[in-house]
């Protein structure tokens, strides 16, 4: 038939047998199945084309360096590396999977350093795992009606194909982990499905090979014998269910009416007879096993349907639990063992079984674990995945999907009184859930941006499936009751609605997130443009400072660090290697971004090779140039003082003036604040100092909570009780990003007297990005009566001790390499201008830790030794045996007085990343 209309088309006749033939192979083509996973491709291509416009981010200069050395420069042990060591070397990262390497070693051998090709990669990755998920429940639902089956197998994709949670796997290039896991693991789970359905092992081994390749995929893969052992137990046998009919309703009072209630009446009767009899059979057969078992007779296989009549569809009710158990063992067993033969593989490739975030990652994660569990916002961004900047923008698709959960619970509570009964599959798609959540317990939380969103991954492929199993599970044949045909279909039709109205606003979060992405990469790129332009114009031994490289879009990823832009300044992403002129001060693997090493800043401005400080201005798109100007202040402290009208203006000279709602009154050279509110602050302006002039600002503070106790403070031990303040410069609004404050979190109970707070903005690169202090704005914590005595600035430079290892090459990063691991580092200090300063102690922090993490995280979990010397200046030897394993480690020291107690402040930290050989693809 479709040959004949091919012919009369295009005017080309064939022979009776080829037109035989050909209407053969096009007869057992499904084509409504095409039309649905041709839908699922426009979909995907619709939330997350835009992707393939982004640049490279982050981590994925590390992907495409390590496939660069790899072809270009031969190294191919690094290849195999990854199969008996982590995952590229990188720091604080202990992850094995040896396959993902050859992804990127594909791309770089097509795309080059072209970011759109491994977008591209990613994208149809995705999009395998998106049409898999339709096979997969097209499978597990093929005796369910076909409508019903239909419907639940392609709603369920299209919700997994758009959902916001997954931006971070599509979007980054280095989410990839997840997007070539996932075939896998989808393909290992349809071919078990397809086995035990048809009989065939076969496939079962096949089963067996995609679990093996998920696991050296991503870990995550771990967790497929729980989803397999909960199939076995829950569908030893494939059910049945009822097709809906047509039922003619007759009229109300007619007397076929009064017949057919009578009918439906005794039917009830009947079905609950039924059950009555269904339950004494259950306790006789119970009755007739045991005393079976007592008399040694061998009970029937149930399992083969030897029990009764094998034709029962109760049969598969009335299999034990234990036989339950059992027959799920026998079929999962084979993947528990391959499991544990990898793991014994893990454990001796990277030396742990959980494996992981290691370093400050990992223990800033388990530093708020408990809290994080209990955080409710965390579950509503997985319901709900809207990015708050996307929410700022419109709330009508959090909106939406919320009404939609809503209906969905309704309509599956309906299909329940219709006699669906969906518990067997809520009881797998849990069990799905909770395997792929177990394996991260210690990562996990969504952040308001969706930041982490990617661990979610394995997640919403039975999340997605959640709620079209709930609208379309079909009754049981058994059930008794049967829907009429009509509101069967009615039911569906508004539960596709429901659907599609949620796939769509899913799928503009999607669009509107991978937009972010792709703007995150293209600053970036813009970033990399200039800096290059302005490294080319440098001459022969000139040298450019860049700070501000942006670190995030709004939760996309930028640049995590100075190590991975260096790499962008390097071949293959540039003809010359422009690295050495370009000094950064990023953070170390991640940390905060602000935070930068002021005493390296200011001895390389004292060099006189620098030809020019550049910040980067995120708003106006470009690189700005920062000339230092206003005066330089001898005074040792410049104090500020309080106004007596608290509000007014000054004109002696700048003072603070209170900005907010609270009530503030002067007195005794007092300033108290009563029941402050988010947002009051003091501002000074009037300042023109240039930023080396003062080091700290200091403030003497009282803080009285509501209630003059400090109960809140005793009955929490967490963030909750913290109480934070924020100081930030240049500007007169308290409206500005949270990037643009220094914040210092403080327990109440500790300003109960009148305390010196004292920060140092000269710590923060915005310090220097004016060039020049016009004004300060400092602001007060939320929800308490505050008492503030005086504010100064600081020099500081009899506080601030120096440190540095001399004859070593410091990177334009800011960190000292060392690969020699046997060679014993030896470390320059000076605490000589801190007053009073006879010894100092140094403390060296354990392996990929850092000082500057995060700066309301607790110091002393970052440190591994700490030393003591009587002495002011001089040296310190650092023997091997003090170091871990190959790493990042800083060294900071401070000054110490007669009685050994700690005089000044700590000095800005020394970074050493001791190398050797198993770091060499991430550093080189």
Avoid at 13 to 29: A, Q, S
Avoid at 759 to 773: A, K, M, N, Q, T
């Amino acid at each position: 038939m479709i040959a004949t209309i091919f012919q009369k088309i295009f005017r080309r006749d064939f022979n009776p047998e080829t037109t035989k033939r050909i209407n053969r192979v096009l007869n057992r083509i499904n084509f409504r199945t095409i039309f649905y996973i041709g839908g699922l491709v426009l979909l995907t291509g619709l939330a997350f084309g835009v992707a393939i416009d982004g640049f490279f981010v982050a981590d994925d200069l590390w992907q495409v360096n390590f496939a660069d050395k790899v072809l270009r420069e031969g190294r191919t042990e690094l290849v195999w590396r990854n199969f008996n060591s982590n995952y590229l070397q990188i720091p604080s990262l202990d992850f094995y999977r040896p396959l993902l390497g050859f992804t990127f070693l594909m791309d770089y051998a097509i795309y080059g350093v072209r970011a759109w090709g491994y977008h591209l990669t990613s994208l149809l990755l995705y999009l395998s795992s998106v049409i898999l998920i339709f096979i997969l429940f097209r499978r597990m639902t093929r005796t369910w009606p076909e409508n019903g089956s239909q419907s639940v197998a392609y709603l369920g994709a299209a919700l997994f194909a758009v959902s916001p949670l997954h931006c971070e796997d599509v979007c980054w290039i280095s989410g990839r982990a997840d997007l070539l896991a996932a075939p896998f693991y989808l393909l290992s789970l349809w071919s078990l499905v397809k086995s035990h359905q048809e009989k065939n092992k076969k496939f079962y081994i096949l089963s067996l090979v995609f679990f093996v390749l998920t696991m050296l995929s991503k870990e995550i893969g771990i967790g497929l014998p729980v989803v397999i052992a909960a199939y076995f137990f829950i569908w030893p046998k494939e059910e049945e269910y009822l097709i809906p009919v047509d039922i003619e309703r007759p009229k109300f009072g007619t007397t076929k009416f009064q017949q057919d209630r009578l009918t439906r009446h005794k039917a009830h009767i009947e079905m609950v007879l039924k059950e009555k009899r269904k339950k004494q059979k259950k306790k006789e057969e119970k009755r007739k096993v045991k005393v079976d078992e007592a008399s040694g007779i061998e009970p029937a296989e149930i399992i083969e349907g030897k029990s009764g009549d094998s034709g029962d569809s109760e049969e598969e009710s009335e299999m034990a639990l234990k036989e339950r158990s059992l027959f799920a063992l026998k079929y999962t067993a084979p993947f528990i063992a391959v499991a544990s033969i990898y793991l014994v593989i893990r454990y001796f490739a990277l030396g742990t079984i959980i494996g992981g975030y290691g370093g400050m990652i990992g223990g800033s994660l388990e530093q708020h674990l408990i809290l994080r569990w209990f955080d409710l916002n965390y579950l509503a961004r997985t319901l709900i995945p809207i990015p708050e900047a996307i929410a700022a923008q419109s709330e009508t698709a959090y909106w939406t999907i919320a009404i939609c959960l809503v209906a969905c619970l309704a309509v599956g509570l309906i299909r329940v009184f219709a006699k669906s009964d969906p518990r067997k599959w809520l009881c797998f798609l849990f069990i799905w859930m909770l395997s792929t959540i177990l394996p991260l317990v210690k990562l996990w939380g969504v952040g308001h941006d969706l930041e982490a969103s990617r661990l979610l991954f394995f997640f919403t492929m039975a999340y997605s499936a959640l709620w079209p199993v709930l609208m379309f599970h079909p009754a049981r044949l058994d059930a008794g009751y049967k829907m009429p045909r009509t509101a069967d279909a009615a039911l569906g039709i508004f539960s596709a609605l429901v659907l599609a109205s949620m796939i769509i606003a899913n799928g503009w979060a999607a669009f509107s997130t991978s937009v972010l992405w792709m703007l995150g990469g293209q600053e970036l790129k813009a970033v990399w443009m200039q800096t290059i332009e302005k490294a080319d114009a440098l001459a022969p031994g000139e040298k450019m400072i860049l700070l501000g490289v942006p670190k995030d879009y709004h939760g996309a990823h930028v640049s995590f660090n100075g190590s991975t832009f260096h790499t962008l300044l390097r071949p293959p992403f540039t003809r010359d290697n422009l690295s050495e002129r370009v000094l950064t001060f990023e953070p170390f693997i991640v940390g905060p971004p602000e935070v930068i090493n002021s005493s390296r800043l200011l001895m390389l401005l004292a060099t006189g090779q620098v030809k020019q400080v550049y910040v980067w201005n995120s708003q106006g798109q470009k690189l700005k140039a920062v000339t230092f100007k206003g005066k330089f202040d001898k005074a040792p402290v410049l104090e500020i003082p309080l106004h007596r009208s608290a509000r007014a203006e000054s004109a002696e000279g700048p003072v603070w003036k209170f900005v907010g709602k609270g009530k503030a009154a002067y007195k005794d050279g007092m300033l108290s604040i009563e029941d402050t509110v988010d947002g009051d602050a003091l501002m000074v302006s009037g300042l023109d100092l240039v930023p080396f002039s003062y080091n700290f600002f200091e403030a003497d503070i009282r803080i009285r909570t509501k209630d003059g106790s400090d109960k809140q403070a005793k009955s929490q031990k967490d963030l909750r009780s913290l109480i934070p303040m924020a100081l930030s410069w240049n500007h007169a609004s308290v409206d500005r990003s949270r990037f643009d404050w220094m914040v210092i979190a403080v327990k109440p109970d500790k300003l109960k007297s009148f305390e010196t707070l004292k920060l140092r903005p000269s710590h923060f690169y915005r310090w220097y990005s004016e060039g020049v202090i016009k004004s300060l704005v400092l602001r007060l914590p939320d929800g308490v009566s505050i008492d503030i005595k005086g504010t100064r600035l600081v020099r500081g430079e009899d506080q601030v001790p120096f440190v540095y290892l001399p004859k070593r090459h410091l990177e334009p990063n800011g960190e000292y390499k060392i690969l020699d691991l046997s060679e014993e580092i030896v470390a320059s200090f000076d605490a000589r201008m801190v007053t009073g300063a006879v010894g100092i102690e140094a403390e060296l922090t354990r392996p990929n830790f850092f000082f500057d993490h995060y700066l309301m995280s607790d110091h002393s979990q970052a440190v591994l030794r700490r030393l003591k010397l009587h002495s002011a200046s001089g040296n310190i030897s650092l023997k091997p045996e003090l170091f871990g394993p190959p790493a990042y480690y800083q060294l900071r020291i401070r000054a110490l007085d007669n009685s050994g107690e700690p005089v000044g402040a700590w000095s800005d930290p020394v970074t050493l990343l001791r190398a050797g050989n198993l770091l060499d693809t991430y550093i080189e």
